[in-house]
């Protein structure tokens, strides 16, 4: 499929909605990125990061346990292996060695959770380039150790204070550092969202998860799987994923949205699944779904995933939704919660959060599925960061029983 067209848009969203202060900025950066992906030396470079120091390609894992119990055959691609332990890397580099190749010296990006500002600290820390990382000071506290490890790696933390002090503002003082020092600076974006080319370009540096995917399950079962699977923040690692599959128009796409607390308690963050509140409007530079009040105010999302917490989605999932090329459906905080447990009880593998959610969709529907069907889980990243909200919620966890496999 050849999405974006020249102005970034796949269909009627994404596109570049920025104040014309940004517009040198953003191009210089659209044009880099033409000039660079094709450019030998920079592939050659970055495939060498990708496989000597990130750890690629990721393992497929076969679940034999989780297979025979749910009646379907179950595969992970391993994410979580990736060095720093999340896909947010393979961007992260793409990107910092980009900005090398433009002849910047520092990087700045905003971080909610923190997990995006730990990729940027590591690439930084790599190649070499300063790094100053956005934060609200409410997310700070809640995410203390984040912010240490991003000091440990040299990365300078910058507290945010304005509004809700939490991702959206950091996003807001990101690009007004920007504004004024893009000539040495590149904003190193975290997901498939902001103006064109961001979410071209984070797809493509994710793409390498759907490449490797492609070949490991044409070695390891011979055919392409009968569905993907995978949660949808912003989007990356579900579109790094689906890409390379969207022509094979018989491999099922779904995207796990997070569902909180439940679509009609209004605490979620599934842009698409509400119907009342997500709608069409403009977040950050992009058009696509925005969880909105009536007045188009933004909305404030929840869920028990940080990853998973943000008002708007990546414009790509936008668009395969409306062609009906990808599904979109979500699990709540609870399922996510009781994915957890059994994917750490059967398999030995303790899963992030956000990645817990596209685990709980796919067990709870594994009886859709024949027993010599494919599925394929996108990993996205481990449960250690997750231990804190794990623990709080253990006692709630002890009541779950509704993913389990009939007996
Ligand atoms: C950030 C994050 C996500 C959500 O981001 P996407 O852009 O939707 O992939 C999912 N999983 C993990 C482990 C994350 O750190």
Redesign the pocket.
Known sequence: MDYPDKRGKFGEYGGRFIPEVLMEAIQDLEDAYERFKEDPHFKSDLENLLQNYAGRPTPLTYCSRLSSEYGVRIYLKR??LAHT????INNALGQGLLAKYMGKKRLIAETG?G??GVATATAGAKLGLKTDVYMGTVDMKRQELNVFRMQLLGANVIPVTSGSKTLKDAINEAMRDWVSSFPSTHYLL????GPHPYPMM?RDF?SVIGRETREQIMRQEGRLPTALI?????????I?LFYEFIEDTEVELVGVEAGGEGIKSGRHAARFADKKLGKKGILHGTRTFVLQDEYGQIYNTHSI????DYSAV?PEHSLLRDLKRAKYSYATDEEALEAVKILSEKEGILP?L??AHAVAYALKNADKYDKNDVIIINL???GD?DIDTIMDNIERMRRLENLRPPR
Do not use: P, W
């Not at 975290?190 to 969202?193: A, E, I, Q, T, Y």
């Open positions: 994410e979580d332990g999340a896909h947010k959770a997990q995006h975290g997901s498939v969202l984070v994710q995978a949660c949808v923040g912003g989007g990356s690692n579900a790094g995933s940080a990853g998973l990546g992030a956000e990645s996205s990243g481990r960061k």
